[in-house]
């Protein structure tokens, strides 16, 4: 039996998505699973050995320049359609991944009208399923997969299955191998919104106490605006090497060999954990339920702040127009290290 998996993106919710498919290869070892997916987070898809073929639509990039679509759209339909899918679920619940799934000519399921993100999408659906809400992002996948694709829910923790992708990763030779000869700490500063970011001062402090245990801090940036701010928190830390621009899948062999990770609540976070690499993530609008915390190398600190967590992609008080974001200011260095030091000393 052969299915088509939809989920196109974000980092984090194809992340989340791992542990169901874990669970679906040991359930279903008859199925042969597709995933659909936007070319950025392919490389992700394929360190998991229960995805037998990476489809990679670039839905992202038609949105910004519509010239095109209609031929993509034509040519990923018939791609699709030559697979002769027996089964195709939308594990997204949007109107772009439930409209991209009917694409594949094959029975389409996904979440109910009070599961989904966008409730009109299940009209799309040719049989729908309830998962609630109020539980984390992966518990939510590991149910929809069960339901839909029968089999008994697990009882066991969530696995990613990225172990041997990443026993795998350690052995590869890189081409930059002057990164991992001293031991660091990766500090995952980016993120998509910037009410979500630790401030610079911050990031100082921590690799001030990183210094005096021996450890460096390196930044990696995902954009212009990142790599102007590891520039700055580098030139002021004799110990913070801000990063070149690396690919997925060389942060992921950085990853690996890592003593452990700071990070903000940003999907290379949930990379660093899925690969499990020890770290402290951090939450201010957000919450850390939205992540089981399974493993007791994983420390989720969520602020104290009593606005915390609002959920909201700005911040609404009005400490926010002098770009203070209360949430996260406080969570302090000192806090964070605290948390931090004694996961360094179970790695080593």
């Avoid at 993530?281 to 399974?294: A, H, I, N």
Wanted: glycine residues 8%.
């Amino acid at each position: 039996m052969k299915i088509l998996l939809v989920r196109l993106s974000s980092m984090g919710d194809v992340l989340h998505t791992l542990p169901a498919l874990t669970d679906l290869q040991r359930a279903r070892p008859d199925l042969r699973l597709h995933w659909l997916i936007e070319p950025a987070f392919a490389p992700i898809v394929l360190l998991h050995s229960g995805v037998a073929r990476v489809i990679p639509f670039a839905l992202r990039k038609h949105k910004k320049q519509w010239r095109g679509l209609l031929g993509a759209l034509r040519d990923l339909r018939r791609d699709l359609r030559a697979e002769g899918y027996d089964q195709i679920l939308d594990a997204q619940g949007l109107y772009k991944s439930a409209l991209l799934g009917r694409l594949g000519g094959a029975p389409l399921w996904g979440l109910d009208a009070a599961s989904a993100r966008e409730p009109g999408a299940t009209r799309l659906y040719h049989r729908r399923f309830r998962v609630a809400w109020g539980q984390p992002a992966i518990n939510r996948n590991r149910q929809l997969f069960a339901q839909a694709l029968n089999y008994p829910l697990p009882e066991t923790p969530p696995d990613y299955g990225l172990q041997v992708a990443a026993a795998r990763l350690r052995q590869d030779t890189l081409p930059w191998g002057e990164l991992v000869q001293q031991p660091f700490v990766l500090g995952f500063h980016g993120t998509s919104r910037e009410n979500k970011e630790w401030q610079e001062d911050y990031w100082r402090a921590l690799a001030a106490s990183l210094r005096q245990a021996g450890l460096r801090l390196l930044l990696p940036a995902g954009n212009a605006r990142e790599a102007a701010r590891a520039r700055r928190i580098a030139e002021q830390a004799d110990n913070v090497l801000a990063l070149p621009t690396l690919t997925l899948l060389e942060l992921a062999a950085l990853i690996v060999r890592a003593d452990a990770y700071v990070g903000m609540d940003t999907g290379l976070s949930y990379l660093a954990s899925a690969l499990g690499l020890a770290g402290v993530t951090l939450y201010g609008p957000t919450t850390s339920e939205q992540v089981p915390m399974t493993e007791n190398h994983q420390v989720s600190l969520q602020s104290r702040e009593p606005c915390s967590p609002c959920g909201k992609s700005r911040c609404p008080l009005p400490e926010a127009k002098n770009g203070l974001i209360l949430c996260q200011q406080a969570l302090l260095p000192e806090q964070v290290w605290t948390a931090l030091s004694p996961l360094l000393e179970q790695q080593r």
